[in-house]
Nanobody, 116 residues
Framework: QVQLVESGGALVQPGGSLRLSCANS????????MGWYRQAPGKQRELVAL???????NYADAVKGRFTISRDNAKNTVYLQMDSLKFEDTAVYFC??????????WGQGTQVTVSS
């Protein structure tokens, strides 16, 4: 019933940048660990980046050094800054909010396409 709302997905050329945003008015993000997942055609959904409510971050090896996850709790928003984009980054990106192991929410996904 609670669905996070992502925005910022687009068609971008290799080497370009995008910033994805995730927001929701029904839950208080400061109480949640937040993350970004992605799913490419024919592949499993994979974790891209996490940022905990304590501001610790974790990144998938494939995006480390290129992507940055951040949060603005005052705006109830989480971001994924994506730089030096590659063809392999093409996927639907999903926002994720986790209160605990049994309570979590997802967004609908936003399409990121990296193509020349």
């Amino acid at each position: 019933q609670v669905q996070l709302v992502e925005s910022g997905g687009a068609l971008v050329q290799p080497g370009g940048s995008l910033r994805l945003s995730c927001a929701n008015s029904e839950i208080t993000f400061s109480l949640y660990d937040m993350g970004w997942y992605r799913q490419a055609p024919g592949k499993q959904r994979e974790l891209v980046a996490l940022i905990t409510k304590d501001m610790n971050t974790n990144y998938a090896d494939a995006v480390k050094g290129r992507f940055t996850i951040s949060r603005d709790n005052a705006k109830n928003t989480v971001y994924l800054q994506m730089d030096s984009l590659k063809f392999e980054d093409t996927a639907v990106y999903f926002c994720y909010a986790r209160f605990n192991t049994v309570l979590a929410y997802w967004g609908q996904g936003t399409q990121v396409t990296v193509s020349s």
